[in-house]
C-alpha cells in the first residue's frame, strides 16, 4: 500500500475543514484510508521513507468532538497518532474501543517542562504513549524511542513477569542442546555457578576430528573468530539506493553482488515468509535494532575482558591477539568507519596510508596497489575457535559436566503448554532447565517454539593461506565495496602443523531452512572474489598458496544462524521444573555475543531481568510492525 498524506475532514470546526481539505501537490490522495494519524504537518518524503502505510492528516484534538472524531479514527484504521495536543480520556477511550491489540501515540509539544519530554511511557490499557520536544526530535527518532517503549512495555515487564514467578532452586539441573559456542559458553557459566550440566550435540565430539563438513557453524568452517564492537552488525541496508529494491540483495543471486546462493527451484515456502519479513524492515528501525545489538556487544565485552582476567589458563595456546585493525578501500569508508568506530567507542587511532604500510609492513603491497586507502585501529580480539571450544570442552568435564555426542534432540515435548522434556528418538530426555542452541540446524526441532521459521542459514566462506615475511602481526577487519568479498576478517592463526597463517573469512549466501541447499556455481563465485582480494593484499602469500594447492584445499565454508530482523533471539518457556530457553541467530556475532547470552540465561533461571529477555524477544518485530498495514 502507498504511504501517502490524506486528509480527513469529519470535524464540525469550519476552520479546521478548511485547512484540513488543502492538499498541495506534494500530497496527493491516493489513498481513502491509513493506520497512522498526524495532526499537525509532515513531510510526505519523510513519511514515505519511515512508514510502510498511508498517513491520514486531521485536526487537532483541541477541535476534537469526541464521538466524531474516534469513530473517524477507527474507520480509517488508525492505530497510531501524532499529535501536538493530548486528545482527552473519552476520545482515547473510544478510539480504544475501536480495535483490539496495541495503539500508538506520538505527542510532539513545545515548551514543555522537561519532565514530561523523552520520558517513561505510558502503557495504559492498549495504549502506549511517548512524549517528545517537536524542536528536538526528529519522527526517525521518535519511532524508535515509541518502538523502545513498546519493547520495554509490551516484552520486557511480561518477561520479568515470568522470570520473578519462576525462579531456581540452588543445585538444579540443566540440559543444554547444542555444543556450539554460545552452549559451551553458556554451559560454562551455569556450572561455575552451581548448576549440574549435561549437553547433547548432534555431531560427532570435535576432538575426534571428524571431517569438517559434518559439524555445525562452531566446530566445522574454519578455525577463527573475532570479537568486535560492531560484531553481529545489522545487515539491511542503511540508506535508500536509487533504482533498487529496498535490502534487495537478499533476493539477487551472489554473483550480483546480493546474498542468494540457494540451488534454483530448491528455496521452500517457508524461505519465501523468511525473506519477505527481512524486506519489511525499515531503515530507521535497523538502525535503532543496531542500537540495541551494540549495546549488548559492550556488555559482552566486558564480561570477555572478566572471563580472560579470571581464567588466563583458558585462553593460553588458542591464539588469543589482542587489537584488530580495520582497512577500508575508498576514503569515503573511511570516513564512514572512522564516524561509526568512535560512536561505539571502539576507536583507538587513525592511520593514513603511507603510516599504515610504515606500521604495517605486511600490508605495504596492499597500500602500494590502493586495494587499502587507510587504517582504524580498534577494539576486539581474535583466537583460534576450534582450539578455544576444545579447551572449553576438557575444562567443562574436568568440572562435572557431562556430554552426549551424536544425539540428536528431535522434539520439545509439552503437557498441556508446559515443556516436560526433550526427545530424542524414543527417550524423554528431563531436567529441571532447558538451553536450546541448535544454530541453522534445528530444522523441526522448533516448529512449536514462538521461534518457529525465525532462524535460518547464512553461509560464510573461508580461505586460508600463509602468513609470510613481514609477516601481519594483527587481525583485520576488511571492506571493498562493489566486490562479492566486500566485507570480512582476515585472522592470525596455526595451522595443524603449528605454521602461522591467515584465515579469510567472508561472504553471505542465503540458503533458507536447509543448510545443504547451496548452488556451487555461486559459491564458487564468493571463493573466486575471495581469491582476488588475497592476491591484491598479500600477492606474494597468494602466489605461494596457489602454486601449493593450499589456497584450493582450503576452501570451507559454515552455516551461520540468521534471523530476518538481524536480532538474536532469546525466547523463554516456562517447564515443568523450571524454564526452557532458545537461543540462536546471532548472525555473525554468536562468538562474540556469547558471554552476555550466556549472562542472560542465568538471569533467566534465577529470576532477574536482563535485556536480552526483551531486545531478543522472537516476536518483537512481528508485535510491533503489526501496527502498521503492509
Known sequence: MSNTITHLTLNTDAEHNDAAREATSSQRVLAASGTVAATFELKEEEIRALLPCPVVRMASPYHWEAEKETSLLAASGVRVLITDVIPSNRALAGWKAGFGGVLLLLVFQEFVPAKVLNRETAYNDRIVTAFFDRRTVTLTEALALAEAAFTREHLAKPAETFVRATPSRAGASVLVAGAGIVGL?????????????????RTADPRMRAPWSQYGCTHGGENARMFSLTECDNYHDRSPVPGEKLHGHIARPVDELGWEIGKTGQYMPADGEWTNEFLRVPIWLADHYNDDIFDLNHQSFALWKAMIDEHPELFEGIGFKDGLLRICKTEAYHEKQVRRQKKVRAFIRELDRDRLASEYPALAAGCANREIHAGIEVEGFTVNIHDYAKKLINHLEMHGVS?????????????????VGLRHGDTLMTSDHYFISAGAYARHLLDTAASNNKIHGVLGAWISFPNRQPKLQRSLKISREGHIAGSGNIILARNERQEEILIFGSGFGYVGREPSNICDDQLEQLFRSMESYIRGLFPEAYS????????????????RPWTASSLGIFEMRQASSGTLIVASGHNTGGFAQSTAIAAATLDAIEGRSHPMHSLYHPNRFDHFWRIFPH
Open 185 to 201: 559458553m553458556t554451559a560454562f557459566e551455569l556450572q561455575r555457578r552451581g548448576y549440574k550440566v549435561e549437553v547433547v550435540e
Open 403 to 419: 556430554f552426549r555426542w551424536n544425539t540428536t534432540i528431535d522434539e520439545i515435548a509439552t503437557r498441556d503448554g508446559v515443556v
Open 544 to 559: 605461494a598458496a596457489l602454486e601449493s594447492g593450499e589456497l584450493q584445499a582450503s576452501r570451507k565454508y559454515c552455516i
